[in-house]
Structures are given as C-alpha cells and as structure tokens.
C-alpha cells in the first residue's frame, strides 16, 4: 500500500534558524496537503498543493510539491517559538478517491529561544 | 458552528468491552474520516467516508466497525477492546472543495486495560 515518509522525525532549532521538513511518497499523490499540530493539540490544515512543481508562500513558510508528485517540501524562515510543533504532510494516491488521505510521520520541531 | 465534535474526550476501558466513540460535523461536509494517533506512528487512516451510505476501509482497520447513515454523524465502534489500541483518535471531516484540507476534531484519548 501507500506509504508517505517524513524526514527529519525531530529537529531541535535556535530561534532565527530556518528549517525544512521532507516528505516523499511510494505513489504518486493527486495533492499534497500540509498541516501542523500544536503539542497536546489536534492537526490543522495550513495548505494544499495541486500541480507538479507548485510553490506556495504563507509568510514565512514555504511549500513545494515536486514535478512528480512524490515529493514535497516545507521551509520556514527565521523560525519563532511559535512555530513549534509537529507537521505532517498528506495526500491521497492519484489512482484512488480523494477522501483516502494518507499522512507520513511528522516532523516535531523544537525552537530554542 | 462547532465544526467536528468528537465525544467522549477520554475513556478507559476494560479489555474485551466495546464501545462507541461519537464524531458530528456541522459543515455539511460529504468526506469523513477516522484516524488513530500513536506515538512516532503518526497519524494512521482506520475507516473513511465519501458521504452517507459510503464507507471504506483505511490503513488499520481490524478491530473497528463505522457506518454512515447521516450526512452529519460517523461513529467508530470497537467491538472487542484490546490494549494495543490505545491511542489517540481523531475524527476529521472535509467538503468536496478541492482547495481545502480536513477539520478535525479535538480527540478522544482511550486506555485499554
């Protein structure tokens, strides 16, 4: 079946520091969606991507979906304390419906003030 | 609008009870889904729905039973408690607007004895 990995699983920062979370998955996805989860929290949707090759910006936050659609990216700049948490990338398989989403991992960021 | 109300909040069960755990959206969203949250696992999919009447099986689906009969509710049994699935679950929910990304709910932490 499809599997979605993420790395790094964790990443200790100093606040100002950029960081970058990888997602790469064994199928080709029909988007990509990112999202983040707040410790004791529940996930939140930050954004979806569509088309290979896509960049989007939120602020400080940068994501890409890769020209195959396998792989994705996210980049933040100049990270703040309020950029901890775990973020999770997901998507459904191109050859399936839409409501089969498929998270990888999660990437936990630690921000050190 | 509550958005996904998920109940009960936290429950400790006896092995081999069952049990019902309640999830309602109020955004006549068509796309539902349960997922368990593990420690360093991630977010794993158990069953999903494309709308009422439409069921499917996710990544784990033994030991957990859905149905759909509304638009609005999509309840996860477990028939038969066992310890290894304590966990964390959520229930998420999303309409069929392709820019948009999953509502979850606030879990429901359940302990196996």
């Known amino acids: 079946g499809q599997q979605v990995m993420q790395i790094p699983q964790y990443q200790h920062v100093q606040e100002g520091e950029d960081f970058t979370t990888y997602c790469n998955s064994s199928?080709?996805?029909?988007?990509i969606q990112w999202y983040k989860q707040r410790p004791g929290g529940h996930p939140v949707f930050l954004i979806q991507?569509?088309?290979?090759?896509e960049v989007k910006k939120q602020k400080r936050l940068t994501f890409q979906f890769g020209e195959a659609k396998k792989n994705s990216s996210l980049h933040i700049t100049a990270t703040q304390t309020t950029d901890v948490g775990t973020y999770f990338c997901?998507?459904?398989?191109?050859?399936?419906?839409?409501?089969?989403?498929?998270f990888g991992q999660g990437t936990t960021l630690q921000v050190k003030p | 609008n509550a958005g996904v109300t998920q109940t009960p909040k936290f429950q400790v069960l006896k092995t081999g009870q069952s049990m019902t755990l309640q999830c309602a959206q109020d955004?006549?969203?068509?796309?539902m889904s349960w997922y368990r949250q593990d420690p360093g696992m991630g977010l794993r999919l158990i069953h999903y729905?494309?709308?009422?009447?439409?069921?499917d099986q996710g990544e784990v689906p033994n030991g957990y039973n859905v149905s759909r009969s509304t638009t609005e509710d999509f309840p996860l049994r477990l028939l038969s408690a066992a310890p290894s699935q304590t966990s964390v679950y959520f229930c998420?929910?999303?309409?069929?607007?392709?820019?948009?990304?999953?509502?979850f709910g606030s879990g429901t932490r359940l302990t196996v004895v």
């Open positions: 199928t080709t996805l029909s988007n």
């Open positions: 955004m006549n969203h068509e796309y």
């Open positions: 997901a998507g459904p398989p191109l050859d399936s419906d839409t409501g089969k989403l498929i």
């Open positions: 998420a929910s999303r309409g069929f607007d392709r820019g948009g990304g999953y509502t």
């Open positions: 991507l569509v088309k290979s090759g």
């Open positions: 729905s494309v709308g009422a009447g439409i069921t």
